[in-house]
């Protein structure tokens, strides 16, 4: 019994030690701790943040511009430094998109058909490539005057030398970047101005007639004009002139108003 007591008591007195609170020393020790890790944890967070955001190491290097010269360069580089320069993260070389680049240029240069965006890793540089869109008309619409390509697309305002003037007689209203005619239209024109000299005459003007823009006038450097129609072949009607105006030179006839190509098989001139 006796010894029953004393082993009794002997697991008491390790059960109180077991659940005895720390000394406050030991206490000040784990707090210590603890606030050390923070520290050491915080500084290596913040220099993470600041190496992998801010610093030089993650920033663009160069900015490359491919395939345009002069002023078209000139452009690219304004709207590029406007984009890098707008924060922090559009600098830096791993938070650049491409295709937001790509799209913020093209919407702020229609002269360009296409811009390439492409980043290469290794030496954190930028490559840009532009193709430039191939102007063909000057486009005349209510008064105004616009530089067009040949697939439609307004490039910019204002008139360009060396190219064919379109007078748009619809005076509907457009802007930069709008299309003023369908693909088969535009490929007719196009076709069109680039041909017509093939029947001995030169074009001073193409004219569109009327809102379907179906009926096409040109008038000529020898003051008369001739009518096409869009809709048709244009290399039949192109042939018909021909023929027209060598008969009317051996026969020493002359066009003083107009030739009319608009009827299958039939010509009407006067």
């Known amino acids: 019994m006796a010894r029953q007591q004393v082993r009794r008591k002997r697991n008491n007195n ?6 005895m609170p720390s000394s406050p020393l030991e206490h000040r020790k784990s707090r210590s701790f603890k606030s050390f890790f923070i520290k050491i944890f915080s500084l290596a967070l913040l220099t993470s943040l600041y190496w992998f955001f801010i610093s030089d190491a993650m920033m663009i290097k160069k900015i490359n511009i491919k395939g345009v010269e002069g002023e078209a360069k000139i452009k690219i ?6 984009f890098i320069s707008s924060g922090i993260l559009s600098r830096n070389f791993y938070f650049l998109s ?3 680049l790509e799209e913020i240029l093209q919407d702020g240069m229609p002269e360009f058909k296409e811009i390439t965006v ?14 430039l869109r191939d102007v063909k008309f ?12 040949k697939e439609g697309i307004v490039v910019a305002s204002g008139a360009q030398d060396l190219v064919l003037n379109i007078n748009d007689k619809t005076n509907t209203s ?14 007719f024109i196009d076709n069109l101005g680039s041909s017509f000299s093939s029947t001995g005459l030169e074009a001073k003007e193409i004219i569109i007639k009327n809102e379907f823009k179906r009926d096409i006038e040109v008038k000529t450097t020898d003051i008369f004009s001739v009518y096409f129609d869009s809709t048709r072949n244009l290399e039949n009607q192109l042939s018909g002139l021909t023929r027209i ?14 030739i009319d190509l608009r009827i299958e098989n039939k010509i009407f001139m006067k």
């Open 138 to 149: 000057n486009w005349i619409t209510g008064g105004e005057t616009y530089i067009v390509d």
């Open 118 to 131: 492409t980043k290469i890793a290794g030496s954190k540089e930028v490559f840009i490539e532009g193709l």
């Open 98 to 100: 491409t295709n937001n």
């Open 77 to 82: 580089e304004s709207q590029v430094g406007n």
């Open 174 to 187: 457009i802007s930069v970047g709008d299309r003023v005619g369908s693909p088969d239209l535009m490929l």
């Open 245 to 258: 105006m060598v008969e009317t030179k051996r026969d020493n006839k002359k066009i003083s108003e107009y």
């Open 14 to 19: 390790y059960r109180k030690r077991l659940i």
